[in-house]
């Protein structure tokens, strides 16, 4: 592991998500110990949109911003919400120069599959439809996010694509969630990771299906046929239960004709790029930031 990573991983807590409420608010009180990010260049506005039930957003708009990407926290489907998120989307905006809409998204288990999903594809369908409004090219729209957000981001694209809906230009897809059966080899034998394992994998899909079956729309590892879908940026940690699932799913993309970018960051663990003081962190962050800007570009 990174000598640099590696020295915070006593300060991380106990990977455990059988209790939910506990789970929120320590992973609430990670994200206050982040440096706070700087948005001095940019617009940060509040908005909800229009749904059943409505849902939240915080819209982050650089100037002479174009591209927009809707963009989805992590937390395992349980945790997470608009401001547990800010540090990341923040510097995403600055880092790509697009508009930023984090979307705070229903939380399993109290709203398991589709809530979470419904709610981020009506935040699509809203975004392209008040591109204008927003100030921003409805034909440079992307998805994406981290952990388990990264992986709703996947399973809106297979919606968007099936039911021919806003034109998704991008996945930036980051340590994705994407499959429930947990059966790839870093799924079976990372038992003991920092803040991913194995057991932490079982209980978030527990809580995200409920009593539902898993589709591709849950788990998008699932879906047969992966051609039509955007191009991708898919980044996994080394240390990662998912790691093996996303590079499988890397794969399958590009054997369907899907043009992707795979970045494997060695000596990483999930969720290891919070850890700002480490140079491997920037340069995830930074990479991410590059991605979306380059993918976006006119």
Not at 231 to 255: G, H, K, S, W
Request: aromatic residues 8%; glycine residues 8%; charged residues 20%.
């Amino acid at each position: 592991m990174d000598p640099e990573l590696e020295a915070f991983i006593p300060l991380f807590p106990k990977a455990d998500l059988s209790d939910p409420v506990t789970a929120r608010e320590k992973f609430a009180a990670l994200a206050t110990a982040v440096p706070a990010p700087d948005t001095s260049g940019m617009e940060v506005e509040d908005r909800t949109v229009p749904a059943d039930p409505d849902v939240p957003v915080r819209i982050y708009r650089p100037r002479q911003a174009r591209g927009a990407i809707v963009w989805l926290h992590g937390g395992g489907f349980v945790m997470g919400d608009l401001d547990t998120e800010h540090p990341w989307a923040a510097r995403l905006a600055d880092g790509s120069g697009a508009v930023v809409i984090s979307v705070g998204y229903r939380l399993a288990p109290e709203d398991p599959f589709p809530a979470a999903l419904d709610d981020v594809y009506a935040v699509l369908t809203w975004t392209a439809e008040h591109a204008a409004e927003l100030g921003i090219d409805p034909a440079r729209i992307a998805v994406g996010g981290h952990s388990a957000g990264a992986g709703l981001a996947a399973a809106v694209a297979l919606r968007a694509r099936d039911e021919q809906g806003p034109p998704i230009r991008f996945q930036l897809l980051n340590q994705p969630g994407l499959d429930d059966r947990l059966e790839t080899w870093s799924a079976r034998n990372f038992t003991d990771t920092p803040w991913m394992n194995r057991d932490k994998a079982l209980h978030l899909w527990g809580h995200y299906l409920g009593s539902a079956t898993a589709t591709p729309y849950a788990a998008p590892a699932r879906a047969g046929d992966l051609a039509g879908l955007p191009p991708a940026y898919l980044a996994t940690a080394e240390f990662c239960p998912n790691r093996d699932e996303d590079i499988d799913y890397a794969l399958r993309l590009l054997q369907a004709g899907v043009s992707v970018e795979l970045h494997q960051w060695a000596g990483t663990f999930h969720g290891s790029q919070a850890i700002l003081s480490a140079e491997v962190s920037q340069r995830q962050i930074a990479e991410l930031g590059a991605a979306l800007r380059r993918a976006l570009a006119e």
